[in-house]
């Protein structure tokens, strides 16, 4: 049985934000990853995405590990199931969308390995952990001919970096 996400006021505003790059710093425990899963579960069952038919979204983490805890497993549990094309690729951290669509799941611990595919939505999970050169290689491909990619940078505070 899939789960419903509730969001606070706080996070509703985040995530009912039509802007097409969005930045939230934002304190320990205010609920960044459910605010990034909720918005990634509207725009994949979007009618832009099922129009699309090949629409692409990443979540960016700053390890594998951290993808995996903190994303991968609620994703699992919180999209809705009528969505879902077959089973989700589990080593690979993809899930595909009987729309087109697909979630693929990254950490940032290797930015030589964030390149590709035109990106439709880019989240970055704790981005001020992340190094700025993983948004470097990641850049070019929300700015390609085809796709007019949106994103979200959420995170803590980490000093004064890219982030800030």
């Not at 951290?93 to 729309?99: A, G, R, S, T, W």
């Not at 693929?104 to 880019?122: M, Q, R």
């Not at 700015?143 to 000093?159: Q, Y």
Request: charged share 25%; proline share 4%; hydrophobic share 35%.
């Amino acid at each position: 049985m899939t789960e419903e996400i509730t969001l606070s006021e706080a996070q509703s505003i985040i995530a009912s934000c039509n802007k097409r790059n969005i930045v939230a710093c934002c304190g320990r425990r205010f609920g960044k990853t459910y605010v990034a899963l909720a918005k990634i579960c509207t725009k994949a069952t979007s009618k832009r995405a099922t129009q699309r038919g090949d629409y692409e979204i990443w979540y960016v983490a700053p390890t594998k590990d951290q993808a995996r805890n903190i994303f991968w497993d609620k994703l699992k549990r919180f999209m809705p199931r009528q969505y879902v094309e077959g089973k989700p690729n589990e080593s690979r951290m993809v899930m595909k969308l009987i729309n087109g669509c697909q979630i693929k799941v990254f950490s940032a611990e290797e930015p030589d390995h964030l390149v590709g595919t035109g990106i439709d939505f880019l989240v970055m999970d704790e981005a001020a952990l992340c190094s700025k050169e993983a948004y470097d290689y990641i850049a070019p491909a929300l700015a390609d001919k085809h796709h007019d990619g949106e994103t979200l940078f959420i995170s803590t505070p980490r000093g004064y970096n890219w982030f800030y």
